[in-house]
């Protein structure tokens, strides 16, 4: 199971709010709302994200095990 728990310190630690992601960035509340419930999201999203927090995909995501 792929989970985005690390997306959010990740978030923390650049500074970036949810607002602006939503605001600034055209990241929709349904999305987040999917990265928060670990939901399926789009590797058009994710690489969006790295783009926006200027990380790697392992810095927003992780695989676990269930």
């Avoid at 970036?16 to 939901?39: A, E, H």
């Avoid at 999203?45 to 200027?54: A, E, F, P, R, V």
């Avoid at 995909?57 to 676990?64: P, Q, W």
């Amino acid at each position: 199971m792929i989970v985005f728990d690390k997306l959010w310190s990740t978030l923390k630690e650049k500074g970036i709010s949810q607002y602006s992601l939503i605001k600034n960035y055209g990241i929709s509340t349904g999305q987040l709302d999917r990265l928060r419930k670990n939901g399926n999201v789009s590797t058009y999203t994710l690489n969006q994200l790295c783009k926006i927090i200027d990380c790697k995909l392992e810095d927003i995501a992780e695989y676990k095990e269930d």
